[in-house]
């Protein structure tokens, strides 16, 4: 027992360079990802006593003079322009016109114009409603109560076009206020499409392959691994040229007087699924043709022996016991082109964008890390899902060698 230690601790420090490796380049995106998907820290950290203030409020009678007192001192301490901009923007997507009310507020709390005489106490409180009206109106303020909170679900909610409505109800958001679940779909859509292309072609020659010997094995697998040796936007790039209107296929088409004038093939669907099929082929072949090395080669004749066509000797025996590695790779191939985003946005048009392109937009385009971490925890989530299936479908079968 104690002689097994050492050697656990010998193991243990061989792999502790490829967990390191795992946690810093893999573990720690996923879960940074994750965290910006669920968390809403931009209004709590400019309007830290607003929310002390703000805890016991019933959130339907008007706002208190402490809570207006709160926020009056909140913004008078608010220096960071990054941040009171990041609450703006927070705060302005869960109810209109906060974006004019805070400049005009932040305005006047520079100025020392906002406190009025409190006869009461003989002192001076804040007169928010001497600035805008809105800031009697109990909305204005449920809506920073509830964005206060430093967790929220607003990101994933909206990233299958969903949101709260004022009473906390989940409900679908207007058609014409986010079109993320339609992109969704059609990135689904695109991944079946360019699966069931794969699929067509590589079946074929996956049995073309297995049925092959010697060098002209060894050249047919050369050619359908010949896309993974080349650089993904190398390929895009090169099905550019090849599709375009004075591309490679036009040309030959009219120069044989099989067309008049250029085929549309670029910046649509059709020529996405192309150069997208072109791309993860590989992925339907392999798992295809390891699966029909594994059925013994007597099967089909002896078949036919017993009075099968070639056809009914295919669909009976061969496709039966190949199933699986159609499954797996139809599973590879969907689960890559889900998240493609370099070849529909360069062969594509703007009706044929996928996911990541809405994802590159809020991560680059509007700094927006909270929707782009929950449409990519989204995809992880179908991603995961699929992964299951392909590793119960690819796992070995019980009594299989």
């Known amino acids: 027992m104690s002689g097994g230690r050492p050697k656990i601790a010998g193991a243990g420090l061989l792999v502790a360079p490829l967990l390191l490796f795992l946690a810093v380049f893999f573990v720690w995106p996923l879960v940074t990802m994750m965290s910006q998907a669920v968390s809403d820290p931009a209004v709590l950290r400019i309007l830290p006593r607003t929310a002390d203030a703000a805890a016991g409020w019933d ?3 008007p706002p208190t003079p402490a809570m207006q007192a709160a926020i009056v001192a909140d913004l008078a301490a608010a220096t960071d322009t990054q941040a009171v901009g990041d609450m703006v923007r927070r705060l302005n997507s869960a109810q209109s016109g906060f974006r004019t009310l805070m400049s005009k507020t ?29 800031w009697d109106q109990p909305r204005y303020w449920r809506a920073i109560a509830g964005a206060l909170t430093p967790y929220t679900d607003r990101n994933l909610l909206a990233a299958v076009d969903l949101v709260r409505d004022p009473a906390g109800e989940i409900v679908s958001m207007p058609d014409e206020a986010s079109a993320n679940r339609v992109i969704m779909l059609r990135t689904f859509w695109i991944a079946a499409l360019v699966t069931m292309a794969c699929a067509v072609i590589g079946y074929p020659y996956a049995m073309l392959i297995a049925a092959a010997e010697g060098w002209r094995r060894n050249l047919l697998l050369a050619a359908v691994l010949l896309p993974l040796w080349t650089s993904l936007l190398v390929r895009t790039a090169a099905w550019f040229v090849i599709l375009q209107e004075n591309g490679l ?8 007087g099989l067309i008049s004038e250029p085929l549309p093939l670029i910046f649509n669907r059709l020529g996405v699924v192309i150069a997208m099929t072109h791309v993860l082929l590989p992925f339907m072949v392999l798992p295809i043709y390891s699966v029909l090395l594994s059925i013994p080669k007597n099967l089909v004749p002896a078949a036919q022996s017993l009075g099968a066509n070639p056809f009914r000797a295919f669909v009976r025996v061969v496709l039966p016991l190949s199933a699986r590695g159609l499954a797996s790779g139809a599973l590879l191939v969907f689960m890559t082109a889900i998240g493609y ?21 809020y991560a680059t385009g509007s700094a927006n890390w909270g929707m782009a971490g929950a449409l990519g925890l989204v995809l992880l989530v179908v991603t995961i899902l699929l992964y299951a299936v392909y590793g119960r479908l690819s796992a070995e079968q019980p009594g299989r060698a």
């Not at 070849?343 to 809405?358: E, K, N």
């Open 59 to 61: 959130g339907q009678s």
């Open 106 to 134: 932040i305005g006047a709390v520079q100025d020392g114009t906002l406190t009025v005489a409190d006869e009461a106490t003989g002192g001076t409180v804040p007169d928010l409603a001497a600035i805008d009206r809105r």
């Open 249 to 256: 296929i036009n040309d030959t088409l009219q120069s044989l």
């Open 341 to 361: 985003y370099i070849t529909p946005a360069l062969i594509g048009g703007p009706s044929d964008q996928m996911i990541s392109s809405v994802i590159a937009f």
